[in-house]
């Protein structure tokens, strides 16, 4: 005959097998993790709004137009320099960053690092400063779409990708050159010109908000410093651990965006099985796209240079 178990001891397994059973239902109801396309939608949801300043606001020495946009990392507004009347864009950071000293003192660091950064193909910055609780930048208002706005409308050819991305790859070598990596390339943050020429926008803001030592103010300000889809892997698995190498990826994202209407997700074909296209660009975009970034294009050059001879542009 076995031991009798005693009636304490039969208590005490039937509450560890309740608990089993209600952690196994727990995780069946528990949803999937969003999918990489949805990732940005469903961070930007927990982000804080802060109020929107209204036209006619001083900032510094420059007055709010309107508001022409927002996202995780600040508010965009078209303002005007009060004394030299030209028109900027004037991106304004959430003013919970100005309480972070360690910020602060990053902010004016990386302003000089900024103000060196002059390149066509990149938006200047004009100037950088504080007021009050908070700290802003005035930029080059570009008076044009966003590279987003038009692949939305699906007015732009594969040619006229083609010969487009090399343009940014000459913007992204100059920078890295200069020691300043984006970390968040993606058509929302290149801009259209007049002439449609494209500008990078916001070069080395991800960096300021981060710093070198971790998502500190990531984490007061519930802001992602990147974009999921457009991510390099090592981005996303350790924001600490970036190069300029995950710059050239997130462009092969974009490119392959532009040639084929769809992102790289998962087991992607190549672009020829999608579009007619040379044959030699399936080769530059899965070289820009590799998942280990020693296999990648090591500089944007290359891969610009690579690009132009398939197009036979100088």
């Known amino acids: 005959m076995p031991p009798t178990i005693g009636v304490a001891a039969a208590a005490l397994i039937s509450i560890a097998a309740l608990k089993i059973v209600q952690t196994v239902l727990t995780r069946a109801r528990r949803p999937a993790a969003p999918p990489p396309q949805a990732m940005a939608a469903f961070l930007a949801h927990d982000t804080p709004v802060e109020e929107a300043l209204a036209p006619g606001t001083q ?10 946009g927002r996202g995780g990392m600040g508010a965009v507004y078209r303002a005007q320099h009060s004394m030299l009347g030209r028109a900027v864009a004037l991106k304004v950071l959430p003013r919970s960053l100005a309480q972070d000293p360690e ?7 990386e302003a000089q690092a900024l103000a060196k950064i002059h390149h066509p193909n990149i938006v200047d910055v004009y100037d950088m400063g504080t007021d009050g609780d908070t700290c802003f930048f005035a930029m080059e208002y570009v008076d044009g779409p966003s590279l987003r706005s038009v692949l939305k409308t699906g007015r ?37 010109d007049r002439a449609g020429e494209p500008k990078i926008a916001d070069f080395g803001i991800a960096r300021i908000l981060r710093g070198d030592r971790g998502p500190l103010t990531l984490t007061r300000t519930s802001a992602i410093l990147g ?13 600490k651990d970036v190069d300029h190498r995950a710059d050239i990826y997130s462009l092969g994202v974009v490119l392959y965006e532009m040639l084929t209407g769809q ?52």
Not at 177 to 185: E, K, N, S
Not at 279 to 300: F, G, H, M, S, T
């Open 59 to 68: 900032l510094g020495a420059y007055r709010i137009v309107e508001l022409l």
């Open 103 to 109: 910020f602060s003192e990053r902010f004016k660091r």
């Open 156 to 192: 732009l050819s594969p040619p006229q990708a083609l010969h487009m991305v090399p343009k940014l790859c000459d913007a992204l070598e100059y920078a890295h050159a200069q020691g300043v990596i984006h970390r968040d390339i993606k058509p929302e943050n290149i801009l259209l």
């Open 227 to 239: 974009t999921p889809d457009y991510m390099a892997p090592e981005q996303r698995e350790n924001t």
């Open 263 to 314: 992102l790289p997700v998962g087991h992607f074909d190549p672009p020829t099985k999608k579009v007619p296209l040379d044959e030699r660009v399936d080769a530059i975009v899965l070289k820009a796209l590799e998942y280990e970034r020693e296999r990648r294009y090591e500089r944007a050059a290359h891969m610009g240079t690579d690009l132009r001879h398939v197009t036979g542009s100088t």
